[in-house]
């Protein structure tokens, strides 16, 4: 079935720093979400991509759709400690299929 | 706009016993999903509903899980009997039609632990 790969699993910034997760799959997907959990909290949805090679801004968050519409990738520039948490890709195709998310820790 | 309900927040159980977790969808939402999400994963569809029919349910255990959507609005999960690598956060989300690409809201959970 359809599976999404998150890289990396953990990553650890001094505040200011930025961040980038990646997400990969062998199949073409028809649109990627992307989804923020905050320790103890509920996965809430960030974004959604859909067209090849696109690219959305959100204040200091930046996604992409690669090309070929196998990976995606989340930056954030200048991390605060707000960004703490796990950002999920999941795979538009139904069902929804999630990664195992980048657990982000932001030390300041 | 009220969010996605679900109760209980917490619930201990033994082995072999069974549990019951409940939903209530954000009003106007024809699709109900409940997720299982473990420890250190991201969450796995469990079942996922449009109005009060089943769409999917190819990963549910239905040995031993089971749920109902019987007036298309909230939802009930039961596992019966529970393991213990049952033991998980059981997230119910909702969206407005439940085609591919539609935003899913989630609920705050129901972490369960099995003993």
């Known amino acids: 079935g359809q599976q999404v790969m998150q890289i990396p699993q953990y990553q650890h910034v001094q505040e200011g720093e930025d961040f980038t997760t990646y997400c990969n799959s062998s199949t073409t997907l028809s649109n990627i979400q992307w989804y923020k959990q905050r320790p103890g909290g509920h996965p809430v949805f960030l974004i959604q991509l859909v067209k090849s090679g696109e690219v959305k801004k959100q204040k200091r968050l930046t996604f992409q759709f690669g090309e070929a519409k196998k990976n995606s990738s989340l930056h954030i520039t200048a991390t605060q400690t707000t960004d703490v948490g796990t950002y999920f890709c999941?795979?538009?195709?139904?069902?929804?299929?999630f990664g195992k998310g980048t657990r982000l820790s932001v030390i300041a | 706009e009220a969010g996605v309900a679900q109760s209980p927040r917490y619930k201990i159980i033994e082995k072999r016993q069974s549990v019951a977790f409940w939903c209530n969808p954000i009003s106007g939402h024809a699709t109900l999903y409940w997720y299982q999400q473990i420890l250190g994963q991201g969450p796995k569809l469990l079942i996922q509903?449009?109005?009060?029919?089943?769409?999917?349910d190819s990963q549910l255990p239905k040995d031993r899980f089971s749920a109902e959507r019987l007036k298309g609005v909230d939802s009930t999960l039961k596992i019966q009997p529970a393991k213990l690598e049952d033991s998980a956060v059981y997230l119910c989300?909702?969206?407005?039609?439940?085609?591919?690409?539609?935003?899913?809201?989630f609920g705050p959970g129901t972490r369960l632990t099995v003993l």
């Open positions: 509903f449009q109005n009060n029919g089943v769409v999917d």
């Open positions: 999941a795979a538009g195709n139904t069902p929804l299929v």
């Open positions: 989300a909702s969206s407005l039609r439940g085609l591919s690409g539609n935003e899913q809201f």
